[in-house]
């Protein structure tokens, strides 16, 4: 596809002006090729140059920043409801406000993306997340709390749109899995560091530890470029190829690639930018659906609740919580690396459903040995269960169903329907996992076993949705993605 947007491209060009100016401009010349950069070929657009690398590091320390925010519930839940003498009711509302806050967040993300440009975006988060992370240090009752967790939550998702399509919009396409995956990969250094500190550090100053990551992103954000493709969208030309170059190596002649990101925005603008309301299309729902669905699906398989609240998890089977929130956090991210490594070679589809398989058996382990717990039926084997299980999902969602659906998220959508696409997917997902978070302490008091029961149902029927719906988009451009996309509703 990209090739022949690039003939339609070079021939438009060339009937409208032809002089040495279009041949410049298209990356030709009547001059001698000895002048100028070596041509870009397939070798170029699959080189990971420095300046992706550390571009891709720097946006992910912003999900480093959410997976500090995730894993602090579970960690502060004792010093917090001892000290400012919380009920079971307060606290729920606590841990979940941070996806209420990110569901806010979610229904902005879009547009503040799309209007303020990737890099500002996550500066504008980092002032919610830091905000927040002060609000909870300084707390001296429940209102406190739960106003910096929300301002938290706002920055968090708002994070959860940009991040992935900031990356997938910078990356090569062999290798734009396993960085949009690092997405996920970060989130889980920060849950695994503060299930570390939580069993030593008082909340407070554990809070304030939260702060640290969020002034470092800020100064890190100065040094990387911007989208080039949301440049291109801008009409910002210049600093389109300015961007790509850098992101390119300086030895690279890109203007094969601008050329084809530039005609595939002309394309979009020729549609229109899509409101939410005219979304609801038959040549989007494909997508839609795809995206929509995975959202859900991850929510509903309770993956949010178990990361929340995995001390209260191992305290009800009588596994000690500090034992079993240190082995998830030094198991967790060596899983989460190993996704990151084989996402472009075992495919998006494979990792899902296999991810998806582990969850199911992980939280049927857990309905069984809760169920066996509430009829005296081996009491022994009880804990060991538990930890298998509680281990068993938070990892395997780690290393799959926890970030591949950002990625699907930011390969699927054509630039004129990202926005109100995106958003809607993002809000879905904040929006479930505000339900699950807060829903979970008080469906764990009322009946475990059933509640994970249901968490392995869903994961079971994720695996059937995945087969049938979700295409692989392994080693494929954006473009060639949409087009694929698109040739399935012809």
């Not at 968490?455 to 049938?468: H, K, L, N, T």
């Amino acid at each position: 596809m990209e090739t022949g947007l690039l003939r339609k491209s070079l021939s438009i060009r060339e009937r409208k002006v032809p002089n040495d100016d279009v041949f410049l401009e298209t990356g030709l010349s009547r001059r001698s090729p000895r002048e100028f950069k070596k041509p870009q070929n397939d070798d170029d657009e699959c080189r990971v140059t420095t300046s992706v690398f550390l571009s891709t590091f720097v946006a992910v320390f912003g999900s480093f920043c959410t997976g500090c925010g995730a894993g602090f519930s579970s960690g502060a839940q004792s010093g917090i409801t001892k000290d400012l003498a919380l009920s079971v009711a307060e606290y729920s509302m606590f841990g979940s406000i941070l996806t209420l806050g990110g569901l806010i967040g979610a229904v902005f993300s879009g547009k503040v993306a799309d209007v303020l440009g990737r890099k500002r975006t996550m500066l504008f988060c980092e002032a919610f997340c830091a905000t927040g992370w002060l609000a909870v240090a300084l707390a001296q009752d429940a209102l406190w709390l739960d106003c910096g967790r929300l301002l938290l939550g706002i920055g968090v998702g708002l994070f959860s749109y940009v991040i992935p399509v900031y990356i997938a919009e910078i990356a090569p396409k062999h290798v734009r899995g396993s960085f949009v995956f690092a997405n996920q990969l970060m989130q889980n250094c920060g849950i695994a560091l503060f299930f570390i500190l939580g069993n030593f550090i008082p909340w407070r100053f554990l809070a304030i530890v939260g702060l640290v990551p969020c002034v470092l992103h800020v100064f890190c954000l100065f040094f990387i470029p911007e989208s080039p493709r949301w440049l291109a969208k801008k009409g910002r030309d210049k600093e389109c190829r300015y961007a790509l170059q850098r992101l390119r190596g300086s030895d690279v002649d890109i203007s094969r690639e601008a050329n084809t990101i530039r005609d595939t925005i002309e394309m979009s603008e020729h549609e229109g930018e899509t409101r939410m309301s005219e979304l609801f299309q038959r040549r989007y729902a494909y997508p839609l659906v795809i995206g929509v669905g995975l959202m859900f699906l991850q929510q509903l398989s309770g993956s949010s609740g178990m990361t929340y609240y995995a001390s209260s998890l191992f305290q009800k089977g009588g596994f000690p919580s500090a034992i079993g929130t240190s082995i998830i956090a030094m198991i967790m991210v060596p899983k989460a690396m190993l996704g990151t490594i084989i996402v472009d070679r075992m495919g998006r589809r494979t990792l899902l459903m296999a991810s998806c398989a582990a969850m199911g058996l992980s939280a049927l382990l857990l309905s069984v040995s809760y169920g066996f717990q509430s009829f005296g039926i081996l009491p022994d084997l009880t804990p060991i269960f538990t930890c298998i299980g509680v281990l068993g999902h938070i990892v395997s969602f780690a290393m799959g169903m926890g970030g591949l659906p950002w990625i699907i998220m930011a390969e699927i959508f054509p630039m004129n329907v990202k926005v109100s696409a995106g958003t809607l997917v993002t809000i879905t997902n904040w929006l479930f996992g505000w339900i699950v978070t807060y829903t979970f302490n008080f469906m764990l008091q009322w009946n475990a076993s059933g509640m994970f029961f249901i968490f392995s149902m869903v994961s079971a029927s994720s695996i059937v949705f995945i087969y049938f719906m979700v295409p692989e988009t392994k080693g494929r451009s954006l473009e060639e993605i949409q087009a694929l996309l698109s040739n399935s509703l012809q």
